[in-house]
């Protein structure tokens, strides 16, 4: 994968480093959150939910260009199963070294996650009655402001372009390119790897150029085993 240069926007650089899960077109849940280990983050991240079996590729793959109802027509299937709800998983890496993992699921509006970066673990839970955080083995904490309880990966499957990496009986691979602002940041587009076992999305991960800081993400995702309710916390 090709990576192009990339600056962060406001909402972007006030989380520190936090990607939306590919915001609008993709809400990328990669959410470089880098938390404290000491005390909780001053508003919650977004979710994403998440690393896929296959991340993308080092350098620029040939690809063969789809006819666009091809590509339409898988997203959209596969995007629609994750509609309800779905889990994950994701690793981010600033400059090749890990600093932030995530995993959760997305209910009916709701996202229940818990992120480790540095050393720490914070837990969040997020509806749309607020947002509510805690550190381990202490009590909940609500947040202020209003976080995003939209479908995450709203808009996924309307990328500028869409190119066939690999494919073989029971897995495919995309290389989808979206616009910054898609996946929450400002600058040049963002390509995207997808990751299909056949029809379903596992996966998807990016690398971008912040200012000269290399920030990669790679979400796993799944449907959902937990299908208990994401409510509010008692405080």
């Known amino acids: 994968m090709r990576t192009r240069k990339t600056t962060t926007d406001p909402s972007f650089a006030s989380h520190r480093l936090r990607p939306r899960h590919l915001g609008a077109a ?73 600093v932030s993992t995530q995993t959760g699921r997305w209910l009916d ?44 990966l709203e808009g996924m499957d309307n990328p500028e372009s869409i190119a066939l990496v690999s494919t073989t009986d ?17 600058g040049d587009p963002v390509d995207v790897t997808l990751a299909f076992a056949g029809e379903s999305l596992v996966g998807f991960s990016f690398t971008a150029d912040l200012d000269g800081t290399i920030v990669s993400s790679d979400t796993s995702l799944a449907p959902l085993i937990d299908t208990s309710p994401i409510t509010a916390p008692t405080v």
Do not use: K
Request: overall charge negative.
């Open 109 to 152: 509006g709701a996202s229940h996650l818990t992120v480790e970066s540095g050393g720490g673990v914070v837990e969040f839970i997020i509806t749309d009655g607020g947002q509510w955080t805690r550190l381990p083995d202490e009590e909940w904490e609500e947040l202020e402001g209003t976080a995003s309880t939209g479908y995450p």
């Open 170 to 186: 029971d897995r495919t691979i995309l290389l989808a390119t979206y616009t910054a602002t898609a996946v929450g940041l400002s």
């Open 26 to 98: 993709i809400a990328l849940l990669v959410l470089v959150t880098a938390c404290s280990s000491d005390e909780p983050p001053e508003a919650a991240p977004t979710t994403a939910t998440a690393g896929p079996a296959t991340t993308a590729a080092e350098t620029e793959p040939p690809g063969t260009t789809l006819a666009p109802a091809v590509p339409t027509e898988l997203l959209t299937a596969a995007l629609a199963t994750y509609a309800d709800g779905y889990e994950f998983s994701t690793t981010t890496t600033v400059n090749t070294q890990e």
